[in-house]
């Protein structure tokens, strides 16, 4: 199989997996879908498209891929978000420490940064929730229509 058929492959079944409520983490080589590094237009595309996906989502379900992608352990926006904020505030405070500055700015970096990752495993709960939400049971005569498959995904970022 050829390696561009390989990453699909790979890609495609990481998505699978988190939309099963499973933590994935795909290489980021492997992930055909990654906005490349440093590429700020394609990373605001990337938001756009996740909003335009929150604003269109008509299940739970959808509502769910969205929130994995935002929250997700680890491969997941606020996670990547809060490893950034870490490695910030760890520099900075150190620096400032060793000139004898004041560390408050780098300790409110920090707390900020504790409460974001706060949020984001609560959020990661709510992706759960959503995930294991069902329709209820149909009325007797009625019949309830399986669930339309989610669109395919737009550029996301494992």
């Not at 495609?12 to 980021?28: I, R």
């Not at 769910?64 to 680890?74: D, Q, R, S």
Request: charged letters at 25%.
């Amino acid at each position: 199989m050829p390696v561009e058929h390989q990453r699909h492959g790979a890609t495609a079944a990481a998505h699978s997996l988190l939309l099963a409520g499973y933590s994935v983490h795909l290489d980021p080589s492997l992930n055909t879908l990654a906005a490349p590094d440093g590429d700020r237009q394609a990373a605001r595309r990337y938001l756009d498209r996740l909003a335009e996906r929150a604003r269109a989502a008509e299940t739970d379900q959808d509502v769910a891929a969205v929130l994995a992608e935002i929250a997700a352990p680890e491969e997941g926006l606020l996670p990547q978000l809060v490893q950034s904020l870490i490695s910030t505030w760890a520099t900075w405070g150190e620096r400032r420490r060793e000139a004898g500055l004041d560390e408050g700015p780098a300790d409110q970096l920090m707390e900020i940064t504790s409460s974001l990752s706060n949020h984001a495993r609560r959020i990661t709960q709510i992706r759960n929730q959503a995930a294991r939400h069902t329709l209820p049971a149909a009325a007797p005569g009625k019949t309830v229509p399986p669930p339309a498959p989610s669109p395919a995904p737009s550029a996301r970022r494992r």
